[in-house]
């Protein structure tokens, strides 16, 4: 499940929380894009990613959790 913000987040928080939950991982690049990323976020916009990992056994799932944690 994708996290819905009640509030935009600052695009460094977002940046710090995917990169301590990608650290050391299989995860070679992170992109955020779509409304969070061009700063036009609003109360209920998601936060949209694309990651692209090293080698094509990961799981998704610890990115996800990490996120929905922190901006539930």
């Known amino acids: 499940m994708t996290p819905t913000l009640t509030a935009p987040p ?3 928080e977002i940046q710090s929380v995917v990169r301590a939950a990608c650290e050391g ?6 992109d955020l894009f ?4 061009r700063g036009e ?6 936060v949209d990613i694309d990651q692209v990992w ?8 610890e ?6 944690q922190h901006f539930a």
Do not use: C, F, M, Y
């Open 34 to 37: 779509g409304s969070v990323a």
């Open 25 to 30: 991982g299989n995860v070679a690049r992170v």
């Open 54 to 61: 090293k080698t094509a056994q990961t799981d998704l799932h």
């Open 10 to 12: 600052p695009l460094d």
């Open 41 to 46: 976020a609003k109360p209920g916009s998601d």
């Open 63 to 68: 990115l996800i959790h990490a996120l929905e």
